[in-house]
């Protein structure tokens, strides 16, 4: 068994690390208080190919892969989660169109979206459910060559910023007739709603997307229809899931340098209190959330990567890593003592960022269910 | 326009606080330490392929490093250079900046036609500065440090800005001529995920003692003139004293102290 990685990840992980230093963090004392996302740095990420990752070649992307999207979201939310929480999600909004578009719609919409000329989201929550995807009640009518949708989603990560949101709506009187479309944000009916205030992952866009009558052509239709479901929890499984996880990944490795920075320069009892054996088991605790987050992580992309079923182990993933982030921000947090709720420390924005991670693409209970049908089946 | 670029793969300062030293060998011990480019090293080859980008021509990247900078190296590949050239061989380790410069200055010979060799002013490891110099003079060509602009003329000539202690100086020189850059040159672009797919058609060669035909007596250990005779990391320790008595008594004592710390101007 080979942990190492290859040559280009290695310069990928250094290229993203520079780049969120540079670019990013100059900005996140600026997105904490206006909560603004900072259009410039989507540019610049755009500009450097961020954006089509996992989209092929053929359609304008590089076809990196899974492993190089959670190195590079691993090392951009190491700065500010809330960009790799927006990256990601651009990235779920065209994986959604990638595993379940067909050669048209791929050829139509992702290449825009791997050069950043487009962003894309999914959108699948509604106030009637979100870990339940069959208790919405967004409704698409099929009228000669057109749906006409109506209804409201809420809690959209990048609900202002996204061209084309990939939404489900409800096509039949079923319970499991749901069906999956695209939807092009100037398409009459279709506006932006409410923008959160989030407590966390400020800077990130998380909102309310409201469709009325919003006529889309049945060609929009992503899927076969009453696959909506399988349709968007399929790229809420391969994008949405491991990328909020490296966001985890991101939180911890931010964490445990903001901790042992923290413990080695703060004198208590004439030495450092990285010199307690207190201190350093919160430490050690942290470094091992962060290894094993990332062993998990990764193996999950990695069997991404190699077309191998991994539901569990993407659950399994998102599940530790951001549980992890939780416990590693927390700890973080009473290492710094009282300058751990100072605005000055990034210890408490790791600590707000990392709680919002439990809930997207799936709560931990949703995950929960997901890997126990691996052992029980 | 074909440019040559000479780098050096450093190890990351990220870990200097914990990079040991070896009392035996005189040596850092780099086991477990990953290796990076310094900043100049990469405004050297950024330098490059604005130039490669705006006239045309190949940018060759060269660096005299153990082969287990590959990984590094390949990150200039990423970055836009076509092509990258690793000497690498047992017999060039411990080599001081003079024989360092002996194999670099070989290899650009071996390359064939040059126009134009970029280096960073100083490695940020050592930081000696000798090595661009010290390749000009292997080469027998021109050469300018410190440089801040670089501006092609017509005649195969290249006019340079280059910092000084007290602000500037504008040099003109023929070319080829090696070119030693400062800070602030530029901007080095970070590697893009183009970059990186297009480094999968680039290659890495390495080349050996054998390959470039040296003098075995004037590389590596052997062929250093300089002799590191003890390393050692800087004690940091702050003594307080205190002088008493009248003023001008205090002064006194206080200059002849800072005389006898070599502190004072001569």
């Known amino acids: ?377 | 326009m074909k440019i040559v670029v000479c780098v050096k793969p450093i190890p990351d300062p990220s870990y200097w606080a914990r990079l040991p030293l070896d009392p035996k060998t005189h040596t850092l011990r780099r086991e477990g330490i990953p290796n990076v480019l310094g900043l100049l090293d990469k405004c050297a080859l950024e330098e490059a392929l604005r130039i490669r980008d705006s006239c045309g021509g190949k940018v060759t990247v060269v660096s005299m490093a153990p082969l287990s900078t590959l990984g590094t190296l390949y990150q200039t590949l990423a970055m836009g250079a076509d092509e990258v050239v690793l000497l690498s061989d047992r017999c060039f380790a411990g080599a001081d900046t003079l024989a360092t410069s002996y194999v670099l200055a070989t290899a650009i010979k071996k390359l064939g036609q040059y126009h134009l060799v970029l280096c960073g002013d100083k490695s940020l490891d050592v930081g000696t500065g000798q090595v661009a110099p010290q390749v000009a003079e292997f080469l027998a060509i021109p050469h300018v440090c410190h440089v801040l602009k670089i501006d092609l003329l017509d005649g195969g000539r290249v006019r340079v800005k280059a910092k000084t202690d007290d602000g500037h100086i504008i040099l003109e020189t023929d070319l080829p001529a090696v070119l030693a850059v400062h800070r602030g040159i530029n901007q080095p672009r970070l590697v893009s995920l183009m970059g990186l797919v297009a480094a999968r058609e680039r290659e890495i060669k390495v080349w050996g003692a054998s390959d470039l035909e040296v003098d075995p007596a004037r590389v590596g250990l052997v062929g250093s003139p300089t002799q590191v005779a003890q390393v050692f990391a800087p004690q940091r320790r702050r003594r307080g004293e205190l002088l008493q008595g009248e003023a001008e008594e205090m002064v006194r004592s206080l200059m002849a102290r800072l005389e006898q710390a070599g502190v004072m101007p001569t």
């Open chain 1, 1 to 377: 068994m080979d942990f190492s990685l290859t040559q280009e990840h290695e310069v990928l992980r250094q290229s993203m690390k520079e780049f969120g230093e540079r670019v990013i963090a100059p900005k996140v004392r600026e997105m904490e208080e206006t909560s603004e996302m900072p259009m410039d740095v989507m540019a610049e990420m755009a500009k450097l190919g961020m954006m089509g990752v996992t989209i092929p070649r053929d359609l304008g992307g590089t076809g990196l892969g899974h492993l190089a999207r959670m190195i590079m979201i691993e090392e951009i939310a190491r700065i500010s989660a809330a960009i790799g929480m927006s990256l990601q999600m651009l990235h779920t909004g065209a994986g959604a169109i990638l595993g379940g578009g067909n050669d048209e719609q791929r050829k139509k919409y992702l290449p825009d979206l791997a050069t950043g000329l487009r962003f894309a989201t999914l959108a699948v929550t509604e106030p009637a459910g979100g870990s339940d995807p069959f208790a919405i009640q967004t409704t698409a009518k099929l009228e000669g060559d057109l749906y006409t949708i109506s209804g409201r989603k809420c809690f959209i990560e990048n609900s202002h910023l996204a061209d084309i949101h990939t939404v489900t709506a409800r096509t039949g009187e079923g319970p499991r007739d749901i069906s999956t479309f695209i939807v092009d944000k100037d398409t009459p009916g279709w506006r932006p709603g409410r923008l959160e205030h989030k407590m966390g992952l400020r800077g990130s866009q998380v909102g309310e997307v409201i469709l009325e009558n919003c006529k889309v052509p049945k060609e929009n239709l992503l899927g076969a229809e009453g696959q909506g479901v399988r349709v968007a929890l399929g790229g809420i499984s391969a994008y949405g899931r491991p990328g909020t996880a490296a966001c985890g990944l991101g939180i911890l490795n931010g964490c445990l340098e903001a901790a042992t920075r923290f413990a080695k320069e703060r004198i208590l009892y004439g030495k450092p209190i990285a010199e307690l054996q207190a201190i350093q088991w919160n430490i050690c605790d942290i470094y091992l959330d962060l290894e094993t987050s990332r062993l998990l992580v990764y193996r999950a992309a990695w069997m991404l990567d190699t077309a191998q079923r991994a539901d569990a182990e993407i659950a399994a993933a998102k599940f530790y890593a951001t549980e992890a982030a939780v416990r590693a921000a927390k700890k973080t947090m009473d290492i710094h003592g009282a300058y751990g709720c100072m605005n000055e420390y990034a210890a408490q924005r790791y600590y707000r960022d990392a709680q919002l991670l439990i809930s997207a693409a799936g709560t931990s209970e949703i995950q929960r269910m997901i890997m126990v049908r691996k052992p029980l089946s």
